[in-house]
T-cell receptor
Framework: DAGVTQSPTHLIKTRGQQVTLRCSPKSGHDTVSWYQQALGQGPQFIFQYYEEEERQRGNFPDRFSGHQFPNYSSELNVNALLLGDSALYLC????????????FGAGSRLTVL | KQEVTQIPAALSVPEGENLVLNCSFTDSAIYNLQWFRQDPGKGLTSLLLIQSSQREQTSGRLNASLDKSSGRSTLYIAASQPGDSATYLCALGSYGGSQGNLIFGKGTKLSVKP
């Protein structure tokens, strides 16, 4: 079982650019959540996808958007990048109704210059 | 608004010591509480999950307790080892929030010296 797979592992962008991060959930999981973890901070919830729809959203601007595909994989898109978007982006999957039992990926480290 | 505080922010101990990490929260109406481990630059590994109706959970050398009335949880690590060095995060799941929407503390960075 490959667990949760995220790509790319590292990337560097400049301010104003756009980025797409990808996540493949653990086998048997149909729900994907995305988190942003700034250096020295705990992860912050961005949003969650189930049945290809955004089900809940944290306190993030509309520059952050996502998508879920029929195979349950997901993308996180960030437009008009700011320096403050530099962070580790974590994807977590779970079975729907799984009472917060999340499996996390290793994350994508985004640096915005 | 739920706030989660972890004390201390960093801790350094010699190998073999028993230690306690603390997590406090402001709203006792939680669904569950989890403790995670994070190695540098890596994702999170779930260590223990305590449902709101439970008082504690144990796994090997780890024991986590939950006292909702006082808004506190502790993670007890027995006979610490250098391999326990990592950042430990507590996270709350709330009623009304979707599963997967966890509120995290900033973590305690643990260093166990050989």
């Amino acid at each position: 079982d490959a667990g949760v797979t995220q790509s790319p592992t590292h990337l560097i962008k400049t301010r104003g650019q756009q980025v797409t991060l990808r996540c493949s959930p653990k086998s048997g999981h149909d729900t994907v959540s995305w988190y942003q973890q700034a250096l020295g901070q705990g992860p912050q919830f961005i949003f969650q996808y189930y049945e290809e729809e955004e089900r809940q959203r944290g306190n993030f601007p509309d520059r952050f958007s996502g998508h879920q595909f029929p195979n349950y994989s997901s993308e996180l898109n960030v437009n008009a990048l700011l320096l403050g978007d530099s962070a580790l982006y974590l994807c977590a999957s779970s079975p729907y109704g799984g009472a917060n039992v999340l499996t996390f990926g290793a994350g994508s480290r985004l640096t915005v210059l | 608004k739920q706030e989660v505080t972890q004390i201390p922010a960093a801790l350094s101990v010699p190998e073999g010591e028993n230690l306690v990490l603390n997590c406090s929260f402001t709203d006792s109406a939680i669904y569950n509480l989890q403790w995670f481990r994070q190695d540098p630059g890596k994702g999170l590994t779930s260590l223990l999950l305590i449902q709101s109706s439970q008082r504690e959970q144990t796994s090997g050398r780890l024991n986590a307790s939950l006292d909702k009335s006082s808004g506190r949880s502790t993670l007890y690590i027995a006979a610490s080892q250098p391999g326990d060095s990592a950042t430990y995060l507590c996270a709350l799941g709330s009623y009304g929030g979707s599963q997967g929407n966890l509120i995290f503390g900033k973590g305690t960075k643990l260093s166990v010296k050989p």
